[in-house]
């Protein structure tokens, strides 16, 4: 079992930045993709961003690119999101999900997930 926290969410305003991370419990953090995924009110949950176990791929979006970067300390069992460039569109509820095995942008694909943190961003 793996169990994940997010942290780091919060209130922006337009073109500001924050800066997510999802810490992992387990000893075999770097066998796991992990993805970020966002879902709003009255919306389908999306992916955002995923990187690959050793982080040597990723894969984003095509709205969140050029501003958000996705990284992971396997040594730490973290991963994070920075996020740059914000946009009112990029409110919702962000997730960090793991899976053990290769990257995926079905949010079905992943089998453990955090809790959430909100994000809001004002204009």
């Known amino acids: 079992q793996v169990q994940l926290v997010e942290s780091g969410g919060g209130l922006v305003q337009a073109g500001g930045s924050l800066r997510l991370s999802c810490a992992a419990s387990g000893r075999t953090f770097s066998s796991y993709s992990m993805g970020w995924f966002r879902q709003s009110p009255g919306k389908e949950r999306e992916f955002v961003t995923g990187?690959?176990?050793?982080?040597?791929?990723?894969y984003y979006r095509d709205s969140v690119k050029g501003r958000f970067a996705v990284s992971r300390d396997n040594a730490k069992n973290t991963v994070s999101l920075q996020m740059n460039s914000l946009k009112p569109e990029d409110t919702a509820v962000y997730y960090c999900?793991?899976?053990?095995?290769?990257?995926?942008?079905?949010?079905?694909?992943?089998?453990?997930w955090g809790q959430g943190t909100q994000v809001t961003v004002s204009s």
């Open positions: 990187i690959s176990g050793s982080g040597g791929s990723t």
């Open positions: 999900a793991a899976r053990a095995g290769g990257l995926f942008n079905s949010a079905s694909a992943y089998k453990y």
